[in-house]
């Protein structure tokens, strides 16, 4: 409507910035493997597409799992989260090794934010085991094992959304 504030995004109600680089982001992911190792084994891990499939490459590979799947949500349109879509669910197959309720599977995303994501998968597979490499407070109680905590406010920028680009210096009025 005419005159009402345009409504903010929630990159831009998140504030802070936390941007993460390929490296950190690989590091971050072994370190989550380290804590997985002494929980599994796993039968197969389930990715939740996108922000899942790169951590659950890097966790499959260490830990030895070659059955993996995904499950494809879409919530947030880049940064505005609507409507939870679930696009593709598990595979048949992928099921029948978590006995129909996911035992022994491992969930592996991103991040939980809100959690909305992370609670439409437990009810999905209420006995598999959820990991995520970052988590912010309203999420966190949905994970079983993650890395980092950052707070409510803060966006996490992943290193396949961004790209180096110039940053001018602060006496200039970089933020
Ligand atoms: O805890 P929530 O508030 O539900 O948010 C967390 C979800 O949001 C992001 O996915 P997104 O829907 O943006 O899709 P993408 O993974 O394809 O980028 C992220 O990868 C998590 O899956
Ligand atoms: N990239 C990114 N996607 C999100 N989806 C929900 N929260 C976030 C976040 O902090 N960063
Ligand atoms: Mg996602």
Redesign the pocket.
Known sequence: MAGEAPELSAQERAGKAFPVSWDQFHRDCRALTWRLNEVGPFHAVIA?????LVPAAIVARELGVRIIDTVC????DHDK?GELQVLKGMSEAAMKLGGGTGKGLLIV??????????RLVRDMLPDAHFATVYAKPK?RPLVDTFITEVSQDTWIFFPWDTALSYHPPLRDGAA
């Not at 949500?73 to 947030?76: M, V």
């Not at 995303?109 to 992370?118: A, F, M, Q």
């Open positions: 939740i597409t996108r922000g899942g949500i879409a919530s947030y989260q995303d991103d991040l939980v934010d809100t959690g909305k994501t992370g999420g």
